[in-house]
C-alpha cells in the first residue's frame, strides 16, 4: 500500500511536460526541494576545504622527513589524490546546480572549514594536523548530510561517499600516529 503522503508519479505524459520546462535550470527541476543558491554558497566552501586539504597533503608529503617517512609520504600522496578526486565531484556538483566551481585562490582559506597547517613541521606533528583535519571534515560532512536531509538526495549521496573517505583517513592518520609515537591517542 502507498502513502498517499508520498505520492509516486507514475504518469510519463506528466513526467515528460515536466521535463520539458525551463530547460536553462539543467539538472535543476520543479521537484528539487532545497534552495539551490544555498546549496551552492555550501558547496563552495566544502571545495575550498578539499582544495586546501589536497595542498596540505602535497605539502606535507614533500616535507617529510625521518627514518620512518617514506611510508608517511606515500599515505599522505594518496590522500592527496583522493582529497583532489573530492574536489573535482564537489565542483561538478555545483556545476549540475547551475553554479560556478570557484577556484580562485584569492580567499581560499577564509572560504575553507580546514586549516592549511603550520611549515616547518616533523613527521608526527605533520601526521596530527593531518588527524585533525580529518576529524574537522568528518564532522563537517556529518552536519552537513544532516542539512540536506531528503531536501537534496543527490548532494546527500555525494557528501555521504566523501565522508566514508574521511572517515578512512582519519583512521590512517590515526595508525600513522600510533605507529610512530608508539601508543594510541585515542581510546577504542
Known sequence: MTDPKKPF??????LRERARKNLEQGAVTETYIGDVKKTIEILQSVLATEIVCVLRYQMH??????ISSDAVKAEFLEHAKEEQEHVMQVAERINQLGGSPNFNPEGLLSRSVSEYGKQDLDLVEMIKENLIAERIAVDHYRELIRYF????????????????????????????????????????
Do not use: F, W
Open 149 to 188: 536531509g531528503n531536501d537534496d538526495p543527490g548532494t546527500k549521496s555525494m557528501l555521504q561517499g566523501i565522508l566514508r573517505v574521511e572517515e578512512e583517513h582519519a583512521n590512517d592518520m590515526h595508525d600513522l600516529l600510533i605507529a610512530n609515537e608508539g601508543r594510541p591517542m585515542l581510546k577504542k
Open 9 to 14: 508519479l507514475s504518469d510519463v505524459k506528466t
Open 61 to 66: 608529503a614533500v616535507a617529510a622527513q625521518g
